[in-house]
């Protein structure tokens, strides 16, 4: 069985949430955010088992998960990673083999967004957040011509925007999280994966930060939840 759990960093405390899911022949991928309205911590749990998807949301306050319908336009989605990003204006998203998807909490409603046409096979970054637009780096013709694009709606028109180019000699799956102007780098190595921090304009060496299975962004709290409890 799998065990899932909330963490808060800050205050080092710890919560085991119940969970009845089995591991055998499936993935997972997760999404974390605060609910305003409703004042509730919730999470997003998407299932992938070889043939279907199902998607469940945890409620901190009622201590319980509850199924999100899933519509058949959502069904072949397969996710490339399981990190996902929280965009300002709310939504969540992560990326997938040919496409992205986005979960919006305030309705509960699934979208899928294709990437650009160009793409086909070409080397692309983790679904990112930059400076609040969810973005993608792709490798957009022969040699590296890589160019950032934000994902945007303009009157219910969506469309890849491109921002600017980027000089850069890494694979662009290597490229995992944006965070105060530098990019945070994923490297495999024979003994695990070690993350770095880099600055593309400045063109500067890569600065290693340690061996992780993955990284988020998160904002701190104090907050101390019914049901957690520390961990030394």
Request: overall charge negative.
């Amino acid at each position: 069985m799998l065990m899932l759990c909330i963490y808060a960093p800050a205050t080092k405390e710890l919560k085991i949430l119940p969970t009845n899911i089995n591991t055998v022949r499936m993935s997972l991928v997760i999404g974390f955010w605060f609910d305003l309205v409703s004042n509730d911590y919730k999470i997003l749990r998407i299932v992938i088992y070889s043939d279907d998807l199902a998607a469940e949301v945890y409620s901190e306050n009622s201590s319980s998960w509850k199924e999100i319908q899933v519509p058949n336009t959502v069904q072949r989605f397969r996710p490339c990673h399981s990190e996902c990003v929280h965009i300002k204006a709310g939504k969540i998203y992560f990326d997938g083999e040919r496409d992205l998807l986005s979960f919006n909490p305030r309705n509960e409603v699934f979208e899928v967004y294709q990437f650009p046409k160009f793409v086909g096979s070409s080397k692309r970054s983790h679904v990112l957040d930059f400076e609040g637009f969810v973005d993608m780096i792709f490798n957009e013709g022969y040699g590296s011509v890589y160019r950032l694009r934000t994902l945007d709606d303009v009157c219910g028109k969506v469309s890849w925007t491109k921002k600017f180019n980027i000089d850069i000699d890494l694979k662009m799956d290597q490229i995992a999280l944006y965070l105060d102007g530098q990019y945070i780098v994923v490297m495999d190595h024979c003994d695990g994966s070690v993350y770095y921090q880099h600055d593309f304009k400045k063109k500067e060496a890569l600065t290693p930060l340690g061996g992780f299975d993955s990284v988020v962004k998160y904002n701190e709290s104090l907050v101390s939840l019914k049901g957690f409890w520390r961990q030394e």
